[in-house]
């Protein structure tokens, strides 16, 4: 059974081009719900704590400093099947092969600087909402 949340985050990248308000608008066009949300910036230890399971891969230090290099968009959406329906909306990680009218087509200029992150299981979800948000801060 799918869940019905999901976690985003719009990286430093987007932030840095002014792009928090049309990601946001193409994710309420898609029929999400903010449920919680906040501008922030991860530390180098939190972005490492946030992205550990990628830590054995080579690209983990420039993602750890990529995702630390400046402030960030963390917000859980709710929908119907929303971690599969969201992967659709940001699209493929390289944005030169996301299909036209997704996030990362739009938004992003390379596979490093893709604009958003989403989660990819409904576990990881739940692991990533936890990680930015308390119970108090969801609504």
Same mark, same amino acid.
């Given at each position: 059974?799918?869940?019905?949340? @999901? ?6 990248? %987007? ?18 719900? $903010?449920?919680?949300?906040?501008? @922030? ?5 939190? %972005? ?20 630390? #290099?400046?402030?960030?968009? %963390? ?17 493929? @990680? +390289?944005? #030169? ?24 299981? +409904?576990?990881?979800?739940? $692991?990533?909402? +936890? ?9």
């Amino acid at each position: 059974m799918s869940g019905n949340r @999901t976690l985003t985050m719009i990286k430093p990248d %987007a932030v840095r081009k002014n792009s928090i308000g049309g990601i946001l608008q193409m994710i309420n066009e898609a029929g999400f719900r $903010i449920i919680a949300m906040k501008y @922030t910036k991860l530390s180098k230890e939190k %972005a490492g704590e946030f992205y550990a399971v990628h830590k054995e891969r080579p690209f983990y230090g420039e993602l750890v400093d990529f995702m630390s #290099s400046g402030p960030i968009v %963390a917000a859980i959406l709710e929908k119907d099947n929303a971690v599969e329906d969201f992967r659709k909306l940001i699209g493929a @990680t +390289d944005p #030169s092969k996301a299909e036209e009218g997704t996030i990362r087509k739009k938004y992003a200029s390379s596979i490093g600087e893709n604009a958003v992150h989403g989660s990819d299981s +409904d576990e990881n979800a739940n $692991i990533e909402s +936890d990680f930015h948000f308390s119970k108090l801060e969801r609504f």
